[in-house]
Each structure stands twice: as structure tokens, then as C-alpha cells.
């Protein structure tokens, strides 16, 4: 189901050309990141937007928006370490009904975690949080997927 608003799903369609916009001409790894995050939020108002880089055998906090969190996750632990060690997407509709959910921050109420992959392994998460459960609908998570390959295809062009 979908609890989109309007204005989000507006948001969501420009969402791909305004990220190509918005990396076109930069390198800098930590700059495309950090606005690829700043867009995110700022686009689409969600609770927790953010990136964990795959470092050794954990995940680290990198670029992110919104509250403090975890600063590291175990392959495999969590919503985030899952989609690392699947290499798939999460799709968490209510994080309290997810075993082994890390709560980095009590007001998250739904989570989607997509994999970002580098000479096809996974490099990274892209982690999103909303304080409204079931917040994400299959078509929201479509583009959110479609924004994590526009940043793959850049990041390691
Ligand atoms: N909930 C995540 C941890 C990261 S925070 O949501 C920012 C997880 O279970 O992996």
C-alpha cells in the first residue's frame, strides 16, 4: 500500500534528473554522497537518509541526514547488513516485526536499504528511514533503486 503524498510522488519523478543534475561535473567521492543524502531528505522529508560503506568486515556510518546513528554494522546484522550480505534490496514495512532491526534511533518506523556495488560487489548501503510505517510503496522503492545506480554508474565510472 502507499502513503505517499501527492507532493512526494511530484518529487519522486524528478528525483533521477535532478541527482544526475546535481553529480554531473563532480568527483569528489564524500561530496557526491553527502548530496546525494542532502537531496534525499530535503526532496522527499525523510526521517533518516544516509550511506554504510562496506570497510573490512563491517559497515561504517558515512555520509548521512538526519539524527546521530550507528556508527558500525555487522555483515549480516540489521537491516543493513542483510541487504550487504544478500545484495538485495530491503524493504522493511514496520521495523519493530524485523528480527535483529538495529535501532539506531527510536522514531524509525519503516526502512529501505539498497545495495550500491562496485566491480559487482557491494561496496555500500543506501539507507532510508521513515517515522511512518509502511511508508514505502513498490513504485517509491523503484526510483530509490534507480537513484542508487545513477550514483553506482557515477561514483565508479
Ligand atoms: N536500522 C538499520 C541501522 C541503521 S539506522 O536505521 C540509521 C539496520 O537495522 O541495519
Not at 66 to 94: E, H, L, Q
Not at 124 to 150: H, P, Q, T, Y
Request: charged fraction near 20%.
Amino acid at each position: 500500500m502507499s502513503n505517499l503524498s501527492s507532493n512526494r510522488n511530484i518529487v519522486l519523478a524528478s528525483l533521477p534528473s535532478q541527482l544526475t543534475a546535481l553529480l554531473a561535473g563532480e568527483r569528489d567521492f564524500i561530496a557526491n554522497l553527502s548530496n546525494t543524502a542532502g537531496l534525499l531528505k530535503q526532496l522527499c522529508d525523510y526521517w533518516w537518509v544516509g550511506f554504510y560503506l562496506v570497510k573490512d568486515d563491517e559497515l561504517v556510518l558515512g555520509p548521512f541526514q538526519g539524527p546521530v546513528a550507528c556508527t558500525r554494522i555487522g555483515y549480516g546484522k540489521g537491516v543493513c547488513g542483510t541487504s550487504w550480505a544478500g545484495n538485495k534490496t530491503m524493504v522493511v514495512p514496520d521495523v519493530h516485526e524485523f528480527p535483529g532491526h538495529i535501532a539506531c534511533n527510536a522514531e524509525s518506523a519503516s526502512e529501505v536499504v539498497v545495495p550500491i556495488l562496485k566491480d559487482g560487489e557491494v561496496s555500500m548501503v543506501m539507507d532510508i528511514d521513515s517515522r511512518v510505517k509502511d511508508d514505502f510503496s513498490s513504485e517509491e522503492v523503484a526510483v530509490l533503486e534507480e537513484v542508487a545506480r545513477i550514483l553506482q554508474d557515477h561514483l565508479y565510472a
